[in-house]
């Protein structure tokens, strides 16, 4: 007998399990399924983000951070603390149960909603009547029929050719996740998010690190001026990073991994380490989903082509977050996942893609939103800038934590935001109010008239918008 559902959602990372609750909100029966598995084979809800992604890496980098300030920052505050050393199997293990935590939270969080949950893989059988039969295997084995299907299947690392992931010496994002022991040296391919999180985490416990990037410029979609800072930040901090590389053979033999690479003048090299971390993308996620049973088109990248409402194009069937085109982030797959929920229900849920925030939890920490300055001078838009440094802010001062800036960007005639770009302390959170600002369509002119508490690095925001009108305060 198959079970009948409103909506059935497949995925329960951020884009599905949070289209689950809201579409449960709006009355809507609803059946989530997810294949995850922890570590004893149960369900591990919330998919790359919560088990492989967002939140263990957050951990792992909040852990090196406490290690690298009772190592190299203790001291300016008085503060003597000899013989530190870092325990590698507690790090990750604390990181496990940050993991766990949030497992459980949203399998709570289903039930809550009344959202039933399969474990086991989701897979298209046929359409029939304006609905769709899906088939769960896995733990659950069941035949479920709904008219509204939300693919939310996700992302998988993508791989070198010829040097495929065995999480032991060639890592994906999941086996950089599980280290037991700090590497002497560590290679990375990819001076990207990952490259840059991750070379950080174990730059700080004391690996040796080197990232093979194969662009030019470094963080080439983040904005130049921050980009170079950033730069300059990640190198005096011992971050090794080549630009403009080409990734020839990877070997592996007992010792570890040999990678001959080239440089950008063309000359041959290679690089010797413990362990490789490749992290040089994601690929969308349809394996196992039988997309063809019913039809579903795919693009050449393998992503579930979508209009800017979800759509599909099969009736019924939405497809959200890194399984379809835009960024790959966990927001913006919730955003979607929202929004879809709200248009099965009838309403009009929006996503507005010029306001998603990228934060890269580096220290410093690199956020941005909106438009950088040199794409408002490829698109020849009349702007104005204005930048304000952590240098000059009381907080930062008072932290010990004064690299970087921010820096705003705003229409030179009718004032409005068009992009604010950090680099330094907590831009992951100052970032907040400058989406709020350009969601808002405020001019620089609103965010410098508003009142923003001392000292905090708020103000640094406040100062870089009076700054957009040569009117900066203190400095
Ligand atoms: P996923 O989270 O990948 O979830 C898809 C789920 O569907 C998985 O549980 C999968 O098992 C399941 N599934 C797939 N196929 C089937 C099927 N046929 N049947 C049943 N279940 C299936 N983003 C941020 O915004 N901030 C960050 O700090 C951040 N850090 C990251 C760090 C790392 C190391 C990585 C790798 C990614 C990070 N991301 C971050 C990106 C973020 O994890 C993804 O954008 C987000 O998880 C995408 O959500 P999703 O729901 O589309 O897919
Ligand atoms: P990425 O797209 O951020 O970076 C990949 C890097 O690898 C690029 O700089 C690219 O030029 C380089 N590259 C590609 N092929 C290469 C090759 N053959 N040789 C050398 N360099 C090569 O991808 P990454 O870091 O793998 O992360 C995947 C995605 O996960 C991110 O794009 C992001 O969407 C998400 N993510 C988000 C985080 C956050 O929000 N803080 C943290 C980590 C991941």
Request: charged share 20%; net charge neutral; with cysteine.
């Amino acid at each position: 007998m198959s079970k009948q559902f409103d909506v059935i959602v497949i995925g329960g990372g951020p884009g599905g399990y949070i289209a689950a609750i809201r579409a449960a909100q709006l009355g809507k029966s609803v059946a989530c399924i997810d294949e995850w598995k922890n570590s004893k084979g149960g369900p591990a809800l919330g998919g790359t983000c919560t088990n492989v992604g967002c939140i263990p890496s957050k951990a792992l980098l909040q852990s090196s951070e406490h290690f690298d300030h009772a190592n190299h920052h203790f001291a300016e505050h008085g503060i003597s603390a000899s013989n530190v050393s870092i325990d590698v199997a507690k790090m990750v293990a604390r990181k496990d149960t940050v993991v766990k935590q949030n497992n459980d939270g949203i399998q709570y969080l289903l039930k809550k909603n009344k959202v039933s949950f399969f474990h086991g893989r989701g897979a298209f059988v046929k359409a029939a009547d304006g609905a769709y039969e899906i088939m769960v295997s896995g733990a659950a084995e069941e035949t479920l029929v709904g008219n509204q299907i939300i693919v939310a299947t996700g992302s998988n690392a993508r791989a070198l050719p010829g040097a495929p992931f065995d999480e032991e010496m060639i890592l994906s994002n999941d086996g950089a996740l599980r280290i037991g022991a700090v590497p002497k040296k560590l290679g990375l391919i990819g001076s990207g998010v990952i490259g840059l999180e991750m070379g950080s985490v174990w730059r700080r416990l004391g690996a040796e690190v080197t990232i093979l990037e194969g662009l030019p410029t470094f963080l080439g979609a983040v904005d130049e001026q921050i980009a170079k800072e950033a730069h300059k930040a990640f190198t005096k901090q011992g971050l090794k990073v080549e630009l403009g590389v080409k990734v020839g053979e990877v070997k592996k033999s007992k010792k570890g991994v040999s990678v001959a690479w080239t440089n950008a003048k063309g000359e041959a090299q290679t690089l010797d380490v413990d362990k490789l971390i490749v992290s040089i993308g994601r690929v969308p996620n349809t394996i196992g989903l039988n997309a063809e049973a019913v039809g579903l088109k795919l693009d050449e990248r393998g992503a579930i082509v979508v209009d800017e409402l979800c759509k599909t194009n099969l009736p019924g069937v939405w497809a959200v977050g890194d399984v379809v085109r835009g960024p790959m982030l966990a927001h913006k797959a919730e955003e979607e996942g929202v929004a879809v929920a709200e248009r099965i229900a009838g309403q009009h849920g929006h996503v507005n893609f010029n306001t998603i925030p990228w934060v890269i939890y580096t220290s410093p920490e690199i956020a941005w939103v909106g438009q950088t300055e040199q794409q408002l001078k490829a698109a020849g838009r009349a702007y104005r800038s204005g930048s304000f440094p952590f240098l000059a802010n009381g907080r930062a001062r008072a932290l010990g934590d004064t690299t970087g800036m921010v820096k705003m960007l705003a229409d030179a005639t009718t004032d409005e935001i068009l992009g604010v770009h950090i680099v330094g302390p907590m831009a992951s959170e100052l970032i907040a109010e400058c989406v709020v600002a350009m969601e808002f369509r405020a001019s620089s002119e609103d965010i410098a008239r508003i009142c923003h508490a001392h000292p905090s690095l708020s103000e640094a925001t406040k100062e870089a918008a009076l700054a957009v009108d040569k009117r900066a305060l203190n400095f």
